[in-house]
């Protein structure tokens, strides 16, 4: 992330370029150990790019990322794309359409999505974004398959907050497959969970959770209990695709009173 802040970027090149004087100064003038004034410098260095990463990180979030988080997706879009949108190297090219593809996600807008996902390196993310496109065409064989590779991957990883989370995913995805085969048997209790877990999340989570658990209500013929979450995803999705399907359902609803 440092690349994407000029004035970081400086900031941690001239810090490097300090400590590295610094480090081989005391060695040649005063005759410190060469091994130790090495170990200093790589030290000073590993500090130098983690604080400048950590600013970096929290400046994209606070500027960037949160837009995301509180349904503002066009607006994350846009200043994704003025941020990022002249990356040229495969790294950057990589980084630029993960994120882009998280907003695409939220939109609804999947071949879209799917164009980005192609340029993703992160493998869990990758293999996340194929099994969305995938359920959402229908094809839920081929979803079922990205899902197993998940599966994989999360036994493999020793991060305990990130194998969460994709085994979180994984759920979801059966879920989803299974409530548009018609199979509603746990669904409920399934979403109530979510929204419990997520009450304290980010607004997208959340409207995420009020719209699925109200989609299944409302497939289920339980109406009243539909509205009241389907009208939590309306009010607070933004322009989601959450929201904008909230309030399609709202719409039939109000019309079949």
């Not at 030290?43 to 503002?72: M, Q, Y």
């Not at 941020?83 to 495969?90: F, P, R, T, V």
Request: hydrophobic share 40%; aromatic share 14%.
């Amino acid at each position: 992330m440092i690349y994407l802040y000029r004035k970081y970027l400086l900031g941690y090149l001239a810090v490097g370029f300090f400590c590295a004087i610094i480090c081989f100064g005391c060695h040649f003038v005063l005759k410190t150990p060469y091994l130790l004034s090495l170990l200093v410098f790589l030290l000073l260095a590993v500090i130098d790019v983690s604080a400048f990463r950590a600013a970096s990180v929290k400046k994209f979030t606070d500027e960037v990322l949160s837009h995301l988080f509180n349904c503002e997706v066009n607006v994350y879009l846009s200043k994704l794309d003025a941020l990022m949108g002249n990356a040229k190297n495969k790294v950057h090219i990589a980084n630029y359409n993960y994120f882009r593809a998280r907003g695409y996600s939220a939109l609804g807008r999947y071949e879209e999505m799917y164009e980005c996902t192609k340029h993703i390196t992160e493998k869990g993310e990758y293999l996340m974004r194929l099994t969305e496109y995938y359920v959402n065409k229908g094809q839920y064989d081929e979803a079922r398959r990205y899902m197993n590779e998940l599966s994989a991957l999360a036994h493999k990883r020793r991060k305990k907050a990130y194998t969460d989370m994709l085994v979180q995913y994984i759920e979801n995805m059966d879920y989803s497959i299974r409530i548009l085969n018609g199979d509603y048997n746990g669904a409920v209790e399934h979403y109530e969970m979510l929204l419990e877990k997520w009450k304290d999340n980010q607004l997208l989570s959340i409207a995420s959770a009020n719209y699925a658990l109200g989609n299944v209500l409302y497939l289920k013929g339980e109406n009243e209990r539909a509205i009241e979450y389907l009208s939590v995803a309306a009010e607070i999705g933004g322009d989601t695709k959450f929201a904008v399907k909230a309030k399609v359902l709202l719409q039939k609803l109000a019309k079949n009173r």
